[in-house]
């Protein structure tokens, strides 16, 4: 049997010992971790797959939540011998085989040490026993789940966790079978999914119309429940749902007339739940997701000859705040213009970003197409935060470095550069295929809809965008019409114009963020918007510029 009540074989003071000298390590381990969840809890807002920093949490609270419920055992385990010391000293006495029957009852009756024993059980014995009952043990746990409620994942984090993995696995070419093993890229993880995981996943996959991947996981899962015996799910569960995906898959792929391959779906930002059970297909412009993808798995490889005219430089910019300290500057793509400046910022000044951001990340929103109010994100899955120069000295100092380096001016009090905002991935977070400008890139028709403040402070020129942590895998920055892939480099930021010259947008742009395969990923965004950029960078009428 793969689930035994553990009851059973829990009784021996050594494993009650080894039981209580485990947690009480733990809680000497955890205490410290614990204090963090504190911090966090009023910042969170449900959404916590698609931050490390709230999973982080979460996995301090299920420690927590462990301890207790290992106290619990202990406890309970202790009551239950209490409990079957009771049963046994009844079983060798009046329980015993022979005084079954009316003869046993004189027996016990008329024998005078039995009647005590049997007066001293329901005296003495019972008292304790009903003493044992009267303190509430799961009170502790209850107090805990109570208490931190506001952090407890939803089915909404569930259903995002696993549409997580069918974007990896999508994204990454990952095989079912090695990541129902626990095999991420070669990479052994010790984790071994159910029947019932891969059923789930399968279902998952299924309702967001990742339809190969689903059929993939129903498979999983069905020679899963085989071997595991039908314990987690059976392959009776199973098999009507199979059928029942095949049928689906079988008619479209008639209607569509070629194989699901080529209606490789994904979900568009405004995607209900409605929208993700119908068939989706790439339209002409998802061509750049379809690049996408492929730069993140390390395809489309530029060639030596596309490369040989980048260059990589220590320069001062003729700026006397560099001389004693030049910038070290990665050329990545010449027109547009793209470059790595690396060691722009310290690790320290990493993490100190890190650290100030994590109380308050919410889930990054977008701007409907209507540009008035904004929407979480599917397209793009991860928690921000937006910090002024007010909030902490550091994002003064930053400014003053990107005004250095970029030769822009980076002042975030009259509106040329917008705030730093903090960007953190969780789980598969990702950015699908986007541009950083946002008013340009709107028919002139609408272009008086947007908001006077953006009016002001004008379109984004350009970005510079700090990696503040390195990943394991995935969570490259890739721009799928240039080929160019920016693996994230603690330290280092990307900069790009968005804008030429005549303020048109560089459509080549289109960039997007490889979801995170393994590890964390955190950004610090600094839009350069037009505004206070005249003297710096120039107007020019030419449109190539
Ligand atoms: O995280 C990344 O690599 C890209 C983020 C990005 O493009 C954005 O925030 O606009
Ligand atoms: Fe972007």
Not at 381 to 386: E, H, I, L, P, R
Request: charged share 25%; hydrophobic share 35%; aromatic share 10%.
């Amino acid at each position: 049997m793969v689930f035994t009540s553990s009851s059973d074989n829990m009784q021996s003071p050594i494993h009650l010992l080894r039981l209580f000298s485990l947690i009480f390590v733990r809680l000497i381990l955890l205490q410290d971790n614990w204090q963090l969840i504190g911090q966090h809890v009023g910042s969170v807002n449900g959404d916590i797959f698609s931050s490390t920093s709230h999973l982080q949490n979460l996995m301090y609270l299920e420690r927590h939540l462990i301890m207790s419920l290992g106290k619990y055992v202990v406890n309970m385990e202790q009551k239950l011998s209490k409990i079957r010391r009771y049963i046994e000293g009844w079983e060798a006495t009046a329980g015993r085989d022979e005084f079954v029957g009316t003869y046993g009852e004189e027996e016990i009756i008329g024998n005078p040490l039995q009647a005590f024993q049997l007066v001293k059980r329901l005296t003495i014995d019972w008292r304790g026993i009903n003493e044992l009952f009267k303190q509430d043990q799961w009170q502790e746990v209850r107090k805990l789940t109570h208490d931190y409620k506001a952090i407890m994942p939803t089915d909404d984090d569930l259903h995002g966790a696993a549409l997580a993995i069918v974007r990896l696995q999508d994204t990454y070419n990952l095989t079912n079978t090695e990541l129902a093993n626990g095999i991420i890229q070669e990479h052994a993880t010790h984790i071994t999914m159910t029947a019932r995981d891969c059923l789930y996943l399968a279902k998952h996959a299924f309702n967001n119309a990742y339809y190969g991947h689903s059929l993939d996981w129903f498979e999983e899962a069905l020679s899963r429940a085989y071997k595991e015996g039908n314990t987690t799910a059976s392959v009776s569960e199973i098999q009507p749902f199979y059928k029942m995906a095949t049928q689906v898959v079988d008619q479209f792929k008639k209607e569509n007339e070629g194989s699901l391959d080529t209606y490789h779906i994904y979900m568009e930002a405004s995607g209900s739940r409605e929208h993700s059970t119908k068939f989706r297909m790439l339209e002409d412009d998802n061509e750049d997701y379809r690049r996408f993808q492929a730069l993140c798995r390390g395809e489309r490889q530029r060639s030596a000859k596309d490369t040989s005219k980048l260059k990589c430089y220590l320069t001062h910019n003729n700026n006397p705040y560099l001389y004693l300290q030049p910038i070290k500057l990665e050329v990545q793509n010449i027109d547009p213009y793209i470059a790595i400046i690396h060691n722009l910022m310290t690790e320290k000044e990493t993490a100190t970003i890190r650290e100030i951001a994590a109380p308050l990340l919410t889930r990054a929103r977008v701007q409907t197409d209507n540009g008035t109010s904004d929407m979480i994100s599917k397209t793009r899955t991860s928690q921000t935060a937006w910090f002024s120069p007010e909030t902490h000295p550091i994002v003064t100092r930053i400014n003053k470095r990107i005004d250095a380096a970029t030769g822009l001016s980076a002042d975030m009090t009259d509106s040329h550069c917008e705030l730093m905002q903090v960007a953190n991935y969780g789980m598969g977070g990702h950015y699908t295929p986007h541009y950083d400008y946002l008013i340009v890139d709107r028919p002139e028709e609408e272009r008086d809809q947007v908001d006077e403040r953006e009016l002001y402070a004008g379109d984004r020129t350009a970005t510079v965008m700090f990696y503040l942590s390195d990943v394991i895998r995935g969570g490259s920055t890739v721009f799928p019409r240039l080929n160019v892939h920016l693996k994230p480099e603690l330290g280092s930021a990307a900069f790009w114009y968005n804008l030429y010259k005549n303020g048109e947008g560089i459509i080549d742009t289109v960039h997007g963020a490889c979801p995170v395969l393994m590890g964390e990923k955190w950004v610090a965004n600094f839009w350069i918007r037009e505004r206070g950029q005249f003297s710096r960078r120039r107007c020019s009428l030419n449109p190539k510029e």
